[in-house]
């Protein structure tokens, strides 16, 4: 019977129930949807337009249909690392792909390609594209660079059983048939007879001595060598490449990027199968690998420099001399990188391009429009106002790629005031609107009707921080005061429906007597 005498108040446990349930909604989102919720009703108080934050570039998808991973060798040793390159069919392909490694006690590979070797063995690398159609398996073997785990009957010396007087014979020593990377040292039992220096062999006059190779004090090989023989002749022709290209003059360089030269001479001989590179600033770095016939070479920083190659042999001669000039890679741009809350007037903000490469950042500079904003002394931006800014980033390297964003900039302590005001005080003082009326009316006893109200704004208060905690959601936490906050808006707003209600009542009853009696 009192549902249908009391629709109204029917209706308003209904809206009492909604109401919760919403609160509850808004308790399970993490910490950065519910910053963009409250950012909407901000943004509407404050006059901002959330339309205009532009800080994406629509990419296009488009799936990989082939994949492949080179390395500058097969081989690498333990304590090293070394980056993979990563080549896709098609290469506009914007799928994503990751790696992984068949055995992680001997490699272990990260979600940028670089491998990192622990142990000696055999490991595979693979590259798999998000959707699975596409996939290549690197094959890479793991030497030892000391004691641990070296196999004696694996070390072998190539040098001449018999050497020419006055002759210059460089070393090469193997583990398996490859270079070895373990700090070892040479040394001859008889330097009357030659000397070394631990890559060459110096000879100085007939006769027989053991050349002897130890690692960590310990002596792990040694060779028997006889000295006798013609004089060395130097060698007259040079060749070079970079890249498998013949070397011209000039060369460009992408940052961050590794590159191969490959030496020879016509009539060479052992003392000139190594080459060594003077490079005149820190753009470049070589690294010798083998016997330096092929030198592996790491850009660095950015600039031109000069590059020449001489002989180990004679460092008063290059033998050819070009030009490098190192240019960060072009960049594939997607957007603007925003942090987790967007950006605030507190600031402060370093302004980067989200990329595909981190080295083509290099020689990005942005400008943004109007005056309304400063940088701190560590150089990042910090807005004096909340707004729409427009921020154009432009390439010095490569000036025709420009890139403009519109980003929000809002007051955080005025959002997050809004956010108690709006989603805790305004939210609960509405759930006491709907309870007093519902409650008032379904339980007549007092004060038993105002008890029941109390207890179930309580119960919706403790509930929705409860839902707050780590197990439910993240980026929020449990906080007492915002209870206290939620029950100071519920009490105000059972006040002020009891006093609505009063008055209301009072009014009618006013109307009613003094209206005359029909008879």
Known sequence: MVFYKKPWAVASLIAFIITSLAIFFFSFQSGTESGEFSKVFYALLDGLNLNEQSTDIDVEKVDITAITLSAPRDYYYVGTTVKL????????????????????????????????????????????????????????????????????????????????????????????????????????????????????????AKGAATLKMTVEEQEVFSKDITVDGKVYEYPQNFNATFNGEKVGENFTFYLGKNYSFGFSADNESDCCQSFRLRIENDCLTALYVDDAKQINVSAQECGKCLVRVYSTMNFTEPLATFTANVIPPKAVVTGLTVPAYGFNCSGPYELTLSVNDKYSLVGYTYKIDG??????????????????????????????????????????????????????????????????????????????????????????AVLSELFQLSLFTSGRAFQFTDILIDMAGYAVGIGLTVLALFTFYKVRRKRRTSSPTVK
């Open 85 to 204: 390159t990563v080549k896709l069919m098609p290469e506009n392909a914007t799928e994503k792909y990751s790696f992984s490694s068949s055995d992680e006690n001997i490699a272990t590979v990260t979600s940028k390609g670089e491998v990192s070797f622990f142990s000696v063995g055999n490991a595979l690398i693979t590259a798999t594209s998000e959707s699975g159609n596409a996939e290549f398996s690197l094959p890479l073997s793991v030497y030892p660079s000391g004691l641990d785990g070296l196999d004696r009957d694996k070390l072998s010396v190539q040098i001449a059983d018999v050497l020419d007087v006055n002759y210059c014979a460089q070393v090469k020593v193997l583990y398996d048939g490859k270079p070895v990377n373990i700090r070892y040292k040479l040394s001859s039992s008889n330097t009357q007879v030659f000397s070394t220096n631990g890559a060459f062999v110096l000879t100085h």
């Open 371 to 460: 005056n309304d904003y400063h940088f701190d002394e560590n150089n990042y931006v910090v807005f004096d106002r909340v707004g729409n800014f427009n921020v154009t980033f432009t390439s010095e390297y490569y000036p025709e790629d420009s890139y403009t964003f519109t980003l929000v900039v809002v007051d955080d302590k005025k959002e997050l005031r809004m956010r108690k005001e709006f989603g805790h005080f305004g939210l609960f003082a509405l759930l006491a609107l709907f309870g007093t009326v519902a409650f008032l009316f379904f339980i007549r006893k007092k004060p038993l009707n105002y008890v029941v109200i109390t207890i179930a704004g309580l119960i919706v």
